[in-house]
């Protein structure tokens, strides 16, 4: 039996135009799911995806923006709250018109640099597990690195992208496929192209994790992206929680797509942009059932 099993979408969230706190939509009523009892009753852990859109290479922009969204999840009970692919600079790699000193400098020091510190107090003050995504400075190295942050502001640990493609002339592959255990289960995360080598998958599948996320910033939908991790969850028999700035997506152990919703067709904002009709993002919500051991 599977130790987790997937069930039903709380969903939707925050208006379509964001504005400083985004408004969240009230869960819909269940008598068979009832989501806010389960959850406090440990039977479920709630995760929650920061479908953001980015503004490129701003990091206290990026960092004001998900802040709310990060808070406003907190108070509707999510315990797991997952951004996009490198929500904090803005996935700064896709522009090579960037000069190397410039996005270099974008970098974040783990965990000594001021956002990631600044994101370990969010967490400790929410009670949350935080996976983020960002630029990592590892003293010459950058990496495309998603971040887990314990309800004490600890530093769970730390996944590299291994799979880089085009970033590869400015970053560095990870080589590691860990697992982390969390109050809610042990995760493992893929980050964007990541999801389509499937030994990744497996390696994390053999170390124990009892579910994927996928904070991402490529492709999506269903003919670019949905078929590949629906692939690898059927796999895997591992739910997948796929996070990107125009999709959020959950896939089942039977490869069954049991959420998906596409907002928008853009995954960049100008500055100016910010807080306007192009500025959707939403805060999107999934109940994942435990099973007893």
């Not at 859109?53 to 709310?68: G, L, P, S």
């Not at 495309?144 to 640990?157: M, Y």
């Not at 125009?246 to 959420?259: K, N």
Request: hydrophobic share 45%; with cysteine; proline share 7%.
């Amino acid at each position: 039996m599977e130790r987790l099993a997937t069930i039903a979408l709380i969903f939707l969230a925050a208006s379509a135009v964001a504005a400083a706190q985004p408004q969240c939509a009230q869960p819909a009523a269940s008598a068979e799911l009832r989501g806010d009892e389960a959850a406090r009753e440990g039977k479920v852990v709630r995760i929650a995806g920061i479908v953001l859109k980015w503004i490129r290479a701003d990091k206290e922009a990026n960092m004001r923006r998900a802040e709310a969204m990060i808070r406003q999840a907190a108070q509707r009970g999510a315990q797991i709250v997952c951004t996009t692919e490198c929500f904090l600079d803005g996935y700064a790699i896709a522009d090579k018109s960037i000069p190397l000193d410039e996005y270099r400098a974008l970098g974040e020091p783990i965990p000594d640099g001021p956002y990631f510190k600044r994101l370990a107090a969010l967490a400790r003050e929410l009670k949350i597990v935080l996976v983020a995504g960002m630029l990592e400075a590892d003293g010459e190295a950058r990496y495309n690195t998603a971040v887990l942050i314990s309800p004490e502001g600890r530093l769970l640990g730390k996944y590299r992208k291994q799979h880089l493609e085009h970033e590869l002339v400015r970053n560095r592959p990870g080589t590691e496929s860990p697992v982390f255990a969390t109050p809610y289960g042990r995760i493992g995360v893929l980050i964007c192209a990541d999801r389509r080598l499937p030994e990744i998958a497996a390696k994390m599948k053999q170390q124990g994790a009892e579910f994927l996320l996928c904070p991402s910033g490529g492709m999506f939908g269903p003919k670019a992206n949905d078929w590949i991790l629906q692939a690898r969850s059927r796999e895997t028999r591992l739910p997948i929680v796929f996070v990107h700035p125009a999709e959020f997506l959950v896939t089942g152990p039977d490869g069954s797509v049991l959420a998906q919703t596409i907002v928008g067709n853009s995954l960049l904002i100008a500055p100016e942009e910010a807080n306007t009709p192009k500025d959707k993002n939403q805060v999107f919500y999934f109940d994942l059932q435990r099973s007893p051991p």
